[in-house]
């Protein structure tokens, strides 16, 4: 069973991107003030440390996770920039979003998300194992591995097709999934 720490935890960290051109597995911290879990949330982000007691009950966890979010469909990945000979890094890392959440739950290594905060800012997170991240449907991101060079990750999707990815740019603003997001998170961020 994963457990839920409500406490903040040096486990999970975010901060401003720095927009400097090194390699994207930097960690690009700017140095400003750290941004909490609480901010986070005001932009549908959710990043939860949650340890599985036993390496077996992460599996089961899982299950309850999909059926309480409803969805409908599991699988693992490994990402390595050794091993990316789908072409996956470079395709993550370009700015998008989803129609659905996208859920992930860090088995082994490390990986950095990016977000767009309410000023279209970046900012950015380390993911570690145990730590659980739902970005909400409509949100711009882009994912990438740290200097590490390795993650072992679970994704969660709404069924077998697995989720579709819009690209930031001309007309993606306009979409029903980014115009959700901003009417449910940019609304009440200016309330």
């Known amino acids: 069973m994963l457990s839920v720490d409500p406490q903040p935890t040096p ?3 975010a901060w401003y991107h720095d927009l400097t051109s090194k390699p994207p597995t930097a960690p690009h911290n700017s140095g400003t003030a750290s941004v909490s879990t609480a901010y986070l949330l005001t932009l549908g982000v959710e990043l939860i440390h949650a340890p599985a007691r036993h390496p077996n009950t992460v599996d089961e966890a899982m299950d309850r996770l999909c059926v309480a979010r409803e969805y409908e469909h599991r699988d693992e990945l490994t990402l390595s ?4 000979t789908d072409g996956w890094l470079p395709r993550i890392y370009e700015e998008h979003c989803h129609p659905d959440d996208e859920i992930r739950y860090i088995l082994q290594g490390e990986a950095y998300m990016d977000v767009r905060d309410h000023h279209d800012r970046w900012i950015r997170f380390h993911l570690v ?3 659980l991240l ?3 449907a409509g949100l711009y991101h882009r994912f990438t591995l740290t200097e590490t060079n390795h993650v072992r990750l679970v994704r969660l999707f709404k069924n077998k097709s697995g989720w579709v990815s819009i690209v ?3 007309g993606s603003d306009d979409t029903p999934c980014h115009q959700a997001w901003r009417s449910q998170f940019l609304t009440s961020a200016s309330a």
């Open 11 to 13: 486990v999970i960290q």
């Open 81 to 84: 920039n050794q091993g990316d």
């Open 129 to 131: 194992p145990d730590v």
């Open 134 to 136: 739902v970005v909400p």
């Open 168 to 170: 930031r740019g001309p």
